[in-house]
């Protein structure tokens, strides 16, 4: 396919000054969803979607879209492209990747003057981490009609500002619906944010299918008291049970033979200080495995876990699981098309799933759809020094480029 190709130059710059918004120190870049940062990051990619030519809407959840109509009016759509709100102290690469990858692709198509039979749509999803807007991947999951859009727009930060009430803030609550359009499948580029790739040498993964996993928020609730007088005996301590919970998910989890995980990974206590018992405590519980009833069991493991430990302290307790989503596999003709397009690209690839989730997760239940990865340099992500070989994203991008133009030929 030597008419077309990846501007290098180009898909550089963009992304090294994409990545200055909201850029660490560390090297990181810290634009969660709906801040300033993420304003700022979605002002640049309806600039640089119009200076490509491409027809820019915002539907009612902030998702931007980038459409490119093909040579047949009726043909359905070839949606591809990722998220580009970060986590706390992220990573340059997650989700940036998959969205200015996309920018590039059907960039390039133009440049080259290559129509393809099918329109071309490229895509920014909102809220796809979920760290300040529980659950994550919502803009995904309101197009793909998962939640709906009243839900979403109730969610609520840690200071009680609302998802909706946010949007607006920043102007992109969009007027067009948040429904999918007639679609002929979905690509996603992304950063494979684990260690396999590397560790075969491998610079492009065929993503099979994503894990299923479950989000619970749980509250520990027992009785602030002076930590000096009051006897052991005498305690009802918030935070004890929570430490007796994440051993047990650690113990659940490190059971041999399963790919299952749990993390325990957001923890506020109240009220926090040195010399007060803890009263109350709510934390967060994320679980993990390619089997969905490796995933039930371990939920059921956990609610059974979380009463007990509320028992022996003599607490009350609050439990809500906030999220699931089923590993499902991914369209056997998509993950095909992208094996032969990482194979005309002349690349080293295998075949793997995902443990981390994507919008392509929601998508791929409305859409044959599949993914590409590319690796993650000592599998780091969700970290300021997430980092990936710039050659690979690269060839991320040209394997992209190929499966968008195999699926838009008729
Ligand atoms: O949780 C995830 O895997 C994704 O980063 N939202
Ligand atoms: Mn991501
Ligand atoms: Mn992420
Ligand atoms: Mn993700």
């Given at each position: 396919?030597?008419?077309v190709?990846?501007d290098?130059?180009?898909?550089?710059?963009?992304?090294?000054e994409?990545?200055?918004?909201?850029a660490?120190?560390?090297?990181?870049v810290?634009?969660?969803?709906?801040?300033?940062?993420?304003?700022?990051?979605?002002?640049?990619?309806?600039?640089?979607?119009?200076?490509?030519?491409?027809?820019?809407?915002?539907?009612?959840?902030?998702?931007?879209?980038?459409?490119?109509?093909?040579?047949?009016?009726?043909?359905?759509?070839?949606?591809?492209?990722?998220?580009?709100?970060?986590?706390?102290?992220?990573?340059?690469?997650?989700?940036?990747?998959?969205?200015?990858?996309?920018?590039e692709?059907?960039?390039?198509?133009?440049?080259?003057?290559i129509?393809?039979?099918?329109?071309?749509?490229?895509v920014?999803?909102?809220?796809?981490?979920?760290?300040?807007?529980?659950?994550?991947?919502?803009?995904s999951?309101?197009?793909?009609?998962?939640?709906?859009?009243?839900?979403?727009?109730?969610?609520?930060?840690?200071?009680?500002?609302?998802?909706?009430?946010?949007?607006?803030?920043?102007?992109?609550?969009?007027?067009?619906?948040?429904?999918?359009?007639?679609?002929?499948?979905?690509?996603?580029?992304?950063?494979?944010?684990?260690?396999?790739l590397?560790?075969?040498?491998?610079?492009?993964?065929?993503?099979?299918?994503?894990?299923?996993?479950?989000?619970?928020?749980?509250?520990?609730?027992?009785?602030?008291?002076?930590?000096?007088?009051t006897?052991?005996?005498?305690?009802?301590?918030?935070?004890?049970?929570?430490?007796?919970?994440?051993?047990?998910?650690?113990?659940?989890?490190?059971?041999?033979?399963?790919?299952?995980?749990?993390?325990?990974?957001?923890?506020d206590?109240?009220?926090?200080?040195?010399?007060?018992?803890?009263?109350?405590?709510?934390?967060?519980?994320?679980c993990?495995?390619?089997?969905?009833?490796?995933?039930?069991?371990?939920?059921?493991?956990?609610?059974?876990?979380?009463?007990?430990?509320?028992?022996?302290?003599g607490?009350?307790?609050?439990?809500?699981?906030?999220?699931?989503?089923?590993?499902?596999?991914?369209?056997?003709?998509?993950?095909?098309?992208?094996?032969?397009?990482?194979?005309?690209?002349?690349?080293?690839?295998?075949?793997?799933?995902?443990?981390?989730?994507?919008?392509?997760?929601?998508?791929n239940?409305?859409?044959?759809?599949?993914?590409?990865?590319?690796?993650?340099?000592?599998?780091?992500?969700?970290?300021?020094?997430?980092?990936t070989?710039?050659?690979?994203?690269?060839?991320?991008?040209?394997?992209?480029?190929?499966?968008?133009?195999?699926?838009?030929?008729?």
């Open positions: 396919m030597a008419d190709t990846i290098e130059q180009r898909f550089r710059q963009r992304f090294d994409f990545n200055e918004i909201g660490t120190d560390a090297g990181g810290d634009r969660p969803t709906l801040s300033d940062e993420n304003k700022a990051a979605r002002d640049t990619l309806v600039e640089w979607f119009r200076e490509a030519e491409l027809d820019v809407r915002i539907d009612e959840m902030g998702n931007i879209f980038g459409r490119r109509e093909g040579r047949d009016p009726d043909a359905s759509t070839v949606l591809f492209g990722s998220h580009v709100d970060s986590q706390y102290n992220g990573g340059r690469y997650d989700g940036v990747v998959g969205v200015l990858g996309a920018l692709a059907i960039e390039a198509l133009t440049d080259a003057g129509e393809t039979d099918r329109p071309l749509e490229i920014a999803w909102s809220n796809e981490e979920g760290v300040r807007f529980q659950p994550d991947m919502l803009g999951g309101v197009y793909t009609g998962v939640f709906d859009l009243e839900y979403a727009y109730r969610r609520e930060d840690k200071d009680g500002k609302r998802f909706g009430d946010e949007l607006e803030r920043i102007g992109y609550k969009g007027e067009d619906p948040c429904e999918p359009g007639d679609l002929h499948c979905y690509f996603e580029l992304h950063v494979e944010q684990g260690p396999f590397e560790q075969a040498d491998l610079s492009v993964g065929v993503v099979e299918g994503v894990f299923g996993f479950s989000w619970m928020n749980v509250a520990f609730e027992g009785q602030a008291n002076h930590a000096g007088p006897p052991m005996t005498m305690r009802r301590d918030a935070f004890v049970a929570t430490a007796d919970v994440t051993k047990a998910v650690r113990e659940i989890t490190a059971t041999e033979g399963t790919d299952l995980v749990g993390t325990v990974g957001s923890v206590v109240w009220p926090n200080s040195i010399n007060v018992i803890p009263e109350r405590v709510e934390f967060t519980i994320d993990r495995s390619y089997d969905n009833a490796v995933v039930d069991a371990a939920v059921e493991r956990v609610q059974d876990e979380i009463a007990w430990a509320a028992e022996r302290e607490l009350e307790y609050e439990f809500e699981e906030i999220m699931r989503v089923d590993a499902d596999p991914f369209d056997d003709e998509c993950i095909e098309t992208v094996a032969e397009a990482a194979d005309e690209a002349g690349c080293e690839y295998t075949r793997l799933v995902s443990g981390a989730g994507h919008d392509a997760n929601y998508l239940k409305i859409a044959p759809t599949s993914m590409i990865f590319v690796p993650s340099v000592d599998g780091i992500s969700h970290r300021e020094s997430e980092y070989e710039w050659e690979d994203v690269v060839t991320g991008a040209e394997v992209l480029l190929r499966a968008v133009r195999k699926q838009a030929t008729a």
